[in-house]
């Protein structure tokens, strides 16, 4: 039992409960489930935004498929190329590139060296490389095809999530890639 404190005054009156005093604890529920209710919002609200980041990361692998990356830097951006006729690419997975030097490079590629330029406005509506605006650079090697500053975003995003400092390739990794392996791609994995 709780000892509620009762205001001298009312005392005299008896010694029932004054409504004030029968009201409080009520009001300490009502307090306690503010307080749940506060608790809940400041832990939804961080995984509102994982889910955010995890719909970007996986947009950017859809980006990383269907743009040719792979032709050049292999399925699991290693440098082991999907395509034998393309230009081998560089291992991403080892890469000291931050976010901002990835979407540089995505966007307007590297002239002489076999990066395509991805970003359609790269050189002509946004700088590159200090150059002034005007055509691209002729020794850039052709894309497989143009994305969105959105769709390179999101491909950068998919890189920090899921490939660049990841060692290995690990089975998990390509059963993953591969949506269950039909064709048996990863046997040669370890776990
Ligand atoms: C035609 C082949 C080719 C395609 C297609 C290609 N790359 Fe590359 N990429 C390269 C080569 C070659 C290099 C290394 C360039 C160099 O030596 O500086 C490179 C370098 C990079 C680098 C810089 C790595 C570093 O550490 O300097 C990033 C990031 C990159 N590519 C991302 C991508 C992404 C993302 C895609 C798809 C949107 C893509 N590449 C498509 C050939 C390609």
Same mark, same amino acid.
């Given at each position: 039992?709780?000892?509620?404190?009762?205001?001298?005054?009312?005392?005299?009156?008896?010694?029932?409960?004054?409504?004030?005093?029968?009201?409080?604890?009520?009001?300490?529920?009502?307090?306690?489930?503010?307080?749940?209710?506060?608790?809940?919002?400041?832990?939804?609200?961080?995984?509102?935004?994982?889910?955010?980041? !995890?719909?970007?990361?996986?947009?950017?692998?859809?980006?990383?498929?269907?743009?040719?990356?792979?032709?050049?830097?292999?399925?699991?951006?290693d440098?082991?190329?999907?395509?034998?006729?393309?230009?081998?690419?560089?291992?991403?997975r080892a890469?000291?590139?931050?976010?901002?030097?990835?979407?540089?490079?995505?966007?307007?590629?590297?002239?002489?060296?076999?990066?395509?330029?991805?970003?359609?406005?790269?050189?002509?509506?946004?700088?590159?490389?200090?150059?002034?605006?005007?055509?691209?650079?002729?020794?850039?090697?052709?894309?497989?095809?143009?994305?969105?500053?959105?769709?390179?975003?999101?491909?950068?995003?998919?890189?920090?999530?899921?490939?660049?400092g990841r060692g290995d390739i690990t089975?998990?990794?390509?059963?993953?890639?591969?949506?269950?392996?039909?064709?048996?791609?990863? !046997?040669?994995?370890?776990?």
């Amino acid at each position: 039992m709780i000892a509620w404190p009762r205001r001298s005054g009312r005392a005299a009156a008896g010694n029932f409960p004054t409504m004030a005093a029968a009201a409080r604890p009520r009001l300490h529920i009502e307090t306690a489930c503010v307080v749940i209710v506060l608790l809940f919002a400041s832990f939804a609200r961080p995984n509102a935004a994982l889910g955010q980041d !995890e719909a970007k990361v996986n947009s950017g692998l859809e980006v990383w498929r269907s743009s040719g990356c792979a032709d050049c830097h292999g399925p699991f951006a290693d440098g082991n190329r999907a395509d034998d006729d393309a230009p081998m690419g560089a291992n991403l997975r080892a890469t000291k590139l931050d976010a901002a030097a990835l979407r540089q490079t995505i966007s307007c590629g590297r002239p002489g060296a076999d990066m395509p330029s991805f970003d359609e406005g790269a050189y002509v509506t946004h700088a590159c490389a200090g150059r002034p605006l005007g055509d691209p650079p002729d020794n850039l090697y052709p894309a497989p095809t143009k994305i969105s500053p959105d769709q390179i975003d999101a491909v950068v995003a998919y890189l920090q999530a899921r490939i660049i400092g990841r060692g290995d390739i690990t089975k998990r990794e390509c059963l993953a890639y591969y949506e269950g392996d039909p064709s048996g791609l990863c !046997e040669d994995y370890k776990q």
